[in-house]
């Protein structure tokens, strides 16, 4: 009889590398060719490209192996994009029906003649006059 082994960690990103995964790898190789650059291409001494570059390389350690919630802060950064970018209040009004925006594009008001009385006009205001 053959045996099947069944995948049970379909939600666990592979390991390409050192124990980092090809997201963290990627971050990286960009983290150190910026941090390359920060050494060897500004027109200042050599003691402030070394901390740029020192400064660079932090961040990009941060970025790589900081988790918070077992997400990465990619994630993270979306999520508050998409917060930013939501309204902050909810206005709640009740729908209307496509008759009901007919009737108020048209201009349409109803008039209602009771037996006893003046006819009176009802309109969009809700209220009459008598």
């Known amino acids: 009889m053959d045996r099947h082994e069944i995948p049970t960690h379909?939600?666990?990103e592979d390991k390409a590398f050192a124990g980092l995964t090809m997201r963290q790898l990627m971050t990286v190789a960009v983290g150190l060719a910026l941090a390359y650059g920060a050494a060897s291409e500004p027109p200042v001494p050599v003691s402030v490209r070394l901390v740029i570059?020192?400064?660079v390389l932090a961040g990009t350690?941060?970025?790589t192996l900081w988790r918070?919630?077992?997400?990465?802060?990619?994630?993270w950064a979306f999520v508050l994009l998409r917060y930013w970018s939501l309204p902050r209040v909810a206005i709640w009004r009740p729908r209307r029906t496509n008759e009901e925006e007919r009737e108020l594009q048209s201009g349409d008001r109803y008039e209602v003649i009771?037996?006893?009385?003046?006819?009176?006009q009802v309109g969009g205001d809700g209220g009459s006059d008598g």
């Open 68 to 75: 918070p919630g077992g997400r990465p802060l990619e994630d």
């Open 114 to 120: 009771l037996p006893e009385m003046e006819a009176r």
């Open 61 to 63: 350690a941060v970025l």
């Open 10 to 12: 379909l939600n666990v």
């Open 53 to 55: 570059a020192g400064v």
